[in-house]
């Protein structure tokens, strides 16, 4: 009995070390997007991330880039939408939520 113990303490260590590594999520865009509503994604991602780190909950509106996208007139409106699906996908643990 004191054998099974002694592993059992030794091991669960072990086992409880490979527990402590952090996960990288990396989002991409679908591949369908276009180049617009592709930078878009990854602004809106760099957003939500920079809103978890301060604290600061979620409203893509509070954006300058949503509202005065960094793109030509006729695409702008692409490049909202890749935004909002970024910032939406890291509030929601990851892409295709």
Do not use: W
Request: with cysteine.
């Amino acid at each position: 009995m004191k054998k099974y113990l002694c592993l059992a303490l030794i091991f669960l260590p072990v086992a409880l070390t490979g527990c402590s590594h952090r996960t990288v999520v990396v989002y991409q865009p679908p591949p369908a997007y276009s180049e617009a509503a592709r930078q878009g994604y990854h602004d809106g991602v760099a957003a939500a991330q920079r809103d978890i780190r301060n604290g600061l909950g979620q409203d893509a509106n509070r954006h300058p880039r949503l509202r005065n996208p960094p793109v030509p007139g006729p695409l702008a409106e692409d490049y909202r939408n890749g935004f909002r699906e970024g910032y939406r996908a890291v509030f929601h643990g990851g892409p295709g939520y």
